[in-house]
């Protein structure tokens, strides 16, 4: 072995240039794959921090009869199917020793009123617990304006991103209630037209789901202005409201009704006997009746149990290192024992195109990773096999004083070797560095599908120790790969060749 080594450095000095021109792309694979390893695993680490610990976490549990695992944004705005029996799922989450923490939430599309306007526009209602939320998924966001709600106060917040789409749609800037205008907040639009621009401090929504209740508009009062830290502009499509206020709008039941899907007006067709009934089909009723103003939330059931009522939806973050596979496996069965009408799913497929995104940012990382394989491997090849031919005269020799196949296949394979170590290990280290450097440049973005790639609105690849080996085992592949072929064009040529040659 020290000998192949002892000739193969030889063979490497007195053949410079060619040395030169496969150490160079040796360096530039080694340090462009540790980078993209570093991009790969900051993506992943972004994706956890920015959707599983900050919107919806690694599983969510559904009802079995939503057709669809795309919960987060369903096409053309798609009711949700409610979740009715909560009260059977949270004790199954609870013995789970798979599950760290859970949230219950309401998760359906609304239609945004204006009096002055005959065309509704649309809103995503993500109705939650505010403090559970926040204990959920702490500081995934920041108030901007106005303030976060007090325990169990009837709240709307919105986000910026959400508020700029309102205004280009109603030409209503909205404000928290006692809040006052921030020009520095303000889309460059409104800030043109500051002396005629219209404020509000509450919003007039009517649900949409299969329970829809044509005369249950109701008005939110707006709390407080919030953007997320980062993926503003898709998860600013989600205005937070508490559960109750969102029951009452997309006509459930609340936790003082009973757990079912039943609009308000069935239940008040129900509680109609005899003559009561009679009279909604009397015609000077049905003449003198207006149009109901929307009407205001109260502060009614504050003191039932929320998890008597409606839920679209549970988002659960599971414990660390715990599969995601085995995760769905066992919380179904578990739901199943418990007798729930439900199922779980993985995040990626709760968030439909924004899940799929990440595979194929993955996927194309791979895939660049692959061609830049096979250019080295290529080039490298190519240039051995040039100097295997060149050196025919010399392997001749050495075949005929006795060295045989093996010994000049190493000899090659020692070659490449030794590049390998000294200049794919120098861009290895080159490109820890870069991974380690590149953060420090504050390399920022607002765009979200960029923000999926970065990890977050700062470009932040990582490494960690199976980054560095994963760079080190596909440098490895890339040396026995391109050694292979000229070890055996190598180990091929003959003392009788070599004479001739000359």
């Known amino acids: 072995m020290k000998l192949l080594l002892t000739i193969a450095w030889r063979n490497i000095l007195r053949h410079k240039g060619k040395s030169l021109v496969i150490g160079a792309i040796l360096f530039t694979g080694a340090f462009l794959m540790t980078l993209g390893n570093g991009v790969v695993s900051g993506m992943a680490r972004g994706i956890e921090k920015n959707v599983i610990n900050g919107f919806m976490g690694d599983i969510v549990v559904i009802s079995a009869k939503q057709k669809s695992d795309n919960v987060l944004l369903n096409m053309m705005g798609t009711s949700i199917e409610p979740v009715t029996d909560y009260k059977l799922i949270k004790p199954a989450l609870a013995a789970s020793p798979l599950v760290e923490r859970w949230l219950p939430a309401g998760k359906n599309m609304a239609m945004l009123l204006d009096e002055n306007s005959d065309a509704p526009g649309f809103a995503y209602l993500l109705g939650v617990d505010f403090a559970e939320y926040r204990k959920m998924f702490p500081g995934n966001f920041e108030v901007i304006e106005g303030s976060y709600p007090a325990p169990g106060e009837r709240a709307l917040l919105i986000p910026s991103f959400a508020r700029d789409e309102f205004y280009n749609y109603y030409n209503i800037w909205y404000l928290p209630e006692g809040g006052r205008l921030v020009k520095a907040n303000l889309k460059k639009e409104a800030l043109e037209r500051l002396d005629t621009l219209v404020l509000s401090s509450s919003v007039v929504m009517m649900g949409m789901s299969g329970g829809m209740n044509t005369t249950s508009d109701i008005r939110f009062p707006v709390r407080g202005i919030v953007r997320y830290g980062a993926l503003n502009q898709i998860f600013g499509h989600f205005c937070l409201v508490?559960?109750?206020?969102y029951r009452e709008c997309l006509g459930y039941f609340t936790a003082a009704d009973m757990s079912a899907q039943v609009t308000k007006e069935e239940k008040a067709l129900l509680s109609l006997e005899g003559g009561g009934l009679d009279s909604l089909f009397g015609g000077d009723e049905l003449e003198a009746a207006a149009p109901a103003a929307p009407r205001r939330l109260t502060e009614r059931s504050r003191a039932a149990d929320p998890a008597d009522g409606v839920y679209n939806a549970v988002?659960?973050?599971l414990k660390p290192g715990v599969p995601y596979k085995k995760a769905v496996k066992e919380l179904n069965a578990a739901l199943k024992a418990a007798g729930a009408d439900?199922?779980?799913?993985?995040?990626?497929?709760?968030?439909?195109?924004?899940?799929?995104m990440t595979l194929i940012i993955r996927s194309a990382l791979f895939i660049f990773v692959l061609l830049l394989f096979s250019v080295a491997v290529i080039i490298i090849v190519n240039t051995l096999t040039m100097a295997a031919m060149e050196r025919a005269s010399e392997i001749g020799m050495m075949r005929a004083v006795g060295a045989q196949k093996p010994f000049i296949g190493g000899m090659f394979l020692g070659e490449t070797a030794i590049l390998s170590a000294v200049f794919g290990g120098a861009g290895i280290l080159a490109g820890v560095l870069a991974v380690e450097l590149i953060p420090l440049l504050k390399i920022s973005t607002t765009n979200d599908m960029?923000?999926?790639l970065y990890g977050g609105d700062i470009f932040r690849p990582m490494l960690d120790l199976y980054g560095v080996a994963l760079a080190v085992f596909q440098?490895?592949?890339?040396?026995?790969?391109?050694?292979l072929y000229p070890m055996k064009v190598a180990a091929g040529i003959t003392p009788l060749e070599a004479i001739a040659r000359d």
């Open 342 to 356: 439900a199922r779980a799913v993985t995040w990626n497929k709760a968030a439909g195109p924004m899940g799929s």
């Open 242 to 245: 508490d559960i109750e206020s």
């Open 475 to 483: 440098l490895g592949v890339v040396t026995v790969l391109a050694a």
């Open 450 to 452: 960029l923000q999926l």
């Open 315 to 317: 988002f659960i973050k």
